[in-house]
């Protein structure tokens, strides 16, 4: 193994950086061999001595345009300062940390392969170039596809995690959601969602798209699985080439869709009838809740009508008998006046009847109240008897 930074530091000096344009420092060969299927497959022949390891700071590469650091073990790649970017080939390494410039021209961008884990990396990606995007057997956090939206130029997308030798088995990329946010990507012409838990949003996809696949063979419980079912035949058995592709992929997705989308509008019909199922039950709950306090408030108005005679009865009575002591006061008063008498006793007397007659206008008062709340019948709040 060779320290990637040292390696570096000593092939090219800082001076030279500048020049530099291309920069291929790839750790494996790839030669053809005939596999299964009667086609041509690579296969990848390392030189673990001549492999680069450890962080790699590519910073000083100011006017690189296209990279190719493939098949290292690599750990961090920092990429900030290289705004003129187009090309960036970094996969099959160790890779944990990457920085890419916020301003570049990227075209195609591939770091499959490895165990990144933060994908907010792709905002620093550029929409309008960006045509290629392989970031496949890696390890990220869970995401959806909305940081995916921008990209309208995206020809080639692969976002899953395949069951390759010598990766751990909780290691992959852990997408999830629909895939409503790619509807806009007229240009895709292939996407990779292999064992993911993206399960919804097929009926979004654009016509574009010649292979597709999304296999569950590394995660059997991936919700994925709900996407690869839709493509089962009559034997319930989803056709697949070579790397997972479905076989006749874009002819079979219109009529997936049109099934889908019929789906949907079956269950919108479903969950209208039961919302209108509903509100017909409460409509009916409402109709006996009123009613009963309809009956509720008659019975009320009944027992405050008898009430209310009670009291102007009781207060008849109260004043009558007011009165006749007001009327026996005053003759005591005529009386006294016609002897000699105290004036404090006749003080006293004068005070009573002046208590007495206030006491009597009190009821006179609640009289009228009562004739007034005679008048008034109870309801509810914010409705009409």
Known sequence: MVNAQEWLDKN?????????????????????????????????????SKKLQGPLDLRDFVN?????????????LNLSSCGKLKNVDCHDNQLINLKLPSNNQIVEFNCKNNYLTDASFIKCLNPTTLTELSIFNNNFSPLDLEILRPFINLEVLWLGSWNEKGREKDAYNRFFGSLEPLKNLTKLKELG????????GLEHLPASIRKFSCQTNLRLNARVKAIHNLFANEEGKVEEGFWGNMEGFSEKLPAVQKKILQEKEKNRFKEQETKINYLETKVQELTQQLQAAKEGIKSLEQEKKELQRKLWEKNQQASTILEYHIIEKQEQLTNLSSIPASQEKINLIQEEIKALQEELAKMERTEQQLQVLQKEPLGIPGSSK
Not at 17 to 42: A, H, M, W
């Open 12 to 48: 090219y000096p800082k001076e030279k950086r500048i020049e530099i344009k291309k920069l291929d420092i790839k750790g494996g060969l790839y030669v053809p061999r005939v596999g299964g299927y009667n086609v041509t497959i690579f296969e990848k022949v390392s030189f673990e």
């Open 64 to 76: 690189l345009e296209k990279l190719n650091c493939s098949v290292n073990k690599i750990t961090d």
């Open 193 to 200: 969602i292999d064992n993911t838990d993206i399960d919804s």
